[in-house]
């Protein structure tokens, strides 16, 4: 395998290309908390469920940034951090 920016970008240490892989729990809790609070959008009980999806998404990112198999999906994690961190400044 050659040892390119490209394959460095894209592909993991087997050599696989490697851009989407299937949710681990921090992204499945976040999509579920996420939804639960559209769903309860009032109350104390939003409050929390809007914590859990905040904090599930910001280690989710953390993982990618600092174990993301290629360094495409350690951008990802740096783009989500920045994202939730801009968002929550702008609310």
Do not use: C, H
């Given at each position: 395998?050659?040892?390119?920016?490209?394959?460095?970008?894209?592909?993991?240490?087997?050599?696989?290309?490697?851009?989407?892989?299937?949710?681990n729990l921090p992204l499945i809790v976040w999509f579920v908390t996420g939804i639960?609070?559209?769903?309860?959008?009032?109350?104390?009980?939003?409050?929390?469920?809007?914590?859990?999806?905040?904090?599930?998404?910001?280690?989710w990112a953390w993982l990618e940034l600092f174990d993301g198999v290629n360094y495409?999906?350690?951008?990802?994690?740096?783009?989500?951090?920045?994202?939730?961190?801009?968002?929550?400044?702008?609310?």
């Amino acid at each position: 395998m050659n040892n390119t920016l490209i394959d460095k970008t894209f592909r993991d240490s087997d050599g696989n290309v490697v851009i989407a892989q299937m949710p681990n729990l921090p992204l499945i809790v976040w999509f579920v908390t996420g939804i639960l609070s559209l769903v309860f959008s009032t109350g104390k009980i939003n409050i929390v469920f809007d914590t859990l999806a905040t904090g599930s998404l910001f280690t989710w990112a953390w993982l990618e940034l600092f174990d993301g198999v290629n360094y495409f999906r350690r951008a990802i994690g740096l783009a989500a951090l920045i994202g939730i961190v801009a968002f929550k400044l702008q609310s």
